[in-house]
DNA sequence: GTCAGTTCCTTGCATAACAATGAACTAAGG
DNA sequence: CCTTAGTTCATTGTTATGCAAGGAACTGAC
C-alpha cells in the first residue's frame, strides 16, 4: 500500500476537515484559523471548492444562518463520514511524516 | 509569508532530492530506495518528469555511463542548486509538520 | 431603488502524480 | 544481418488540488 500520493495535495483540505471535527464554523471563521494556525495565505478560492467537494460526499452537517448584512451563512460540522475521512487523513499524515522523517534523519535512506 | 503551498505536492520531489544528496544514483536505483522507505507505490512515470524538470533548472550533476544490457545509464547527484533546492524543501517541510502538530495535538486551532 | 458590505459560488489556469506507451541501446541467437 | 529480449530513458495524456479572478445573491442604509 505505502502512502496514498494523494495526500501530498490533501493537506489543506485534511486541515480544514480538522477545524471542523466539533464545531460548527462559516467560511469566514475556517479562513480566519487556517491563517492564524500558520496556513498565512489561505484563501477563499481554495476554501470553496473544497467545501462543495466535501459536501457532495456526505461530510458534513450544515447549518444555515440568517446573518444581519449578508447572505446567511452556511455553517459546517463533521458528520459520520467526515470524521471517518479526517480518521483517514490522520493516519496517512503520520505514515507520510514517519517516511520523511526516516528520510531526513539519519540513515540517508539506506535499506 | 506561511507555508509554500506548492510543498503539498513536492513531497517526493524532496525527498528524490534528499536521495541525491551525496551519492550518484540512476533511476532504477532512485525507484528502488523510495519504495523501501515507505513510498510503495513510487513509479518511474513519476520520476522521469520529475528528473528532467530538476535537470532543467541545474538541481543536478550528471554521469552517464555504460550498460551491459541498455542504453547508458543516468546517473544523478546534487549540485549546489539542488542542494538549495533540498535546504528550502527541508525548512518548508518542518514548517508545515509543525502547523499539523499544533492543530492537531491539543488546542485544535483556536488563536 | 440604488448603494455598500458581506457571504457564497463559478471559471479558468498552473502543476504534480501517475498510467500507459514508445523509443533507444546492448547482447544473444538464428 | 535481422530479430528478439532485456533494460533504461523519455513522452503523452488524464486527473485533481491550489488558487486567482470575477461574479451572483442577500441585507440594511440612505
Do not use: H
Amino acid at each position: 500500500m505505502g502512502i496514498d500520493a494523494q495526500l501530498n495535495k490533501g493537506v489543506l483540505e485534511g486541515c480544514v476537515l480538522k477545524l471542523l471535527e466539533r464545531e460548527f464554523l462559516f467560511s469566514g471563521e475556517i479562513v480566519e484559523r487556517m491563517r492564524a494556525n500558520g496556513f498565512a495565505d489561505f484563501s477563499e478560492g481554495t476554501l470553496y471548492p473544497m467545501l462543495l467537494r466535501l459536501e457532495k460526499e456526505g461530510c458534513f452537517e450544515i447549518k444555515r444562518v440568517p446573518s444581519p448584512n449578508s447572505p446567511p451563512k452556511k455553517y459546517y460540522k463533521l458528520s459520520a463520514a467526515g470524521r471517518k475521512r479526517l480518521e483517514i487523513f490522520t493516519r496517512q499524515w503520520r505514515a507520510l511524516a514517519q517516511c520523511i522523517g526516516n528520510l531526513f534523519s539519519g540513515e540517508d535512506g539506506n535499506a
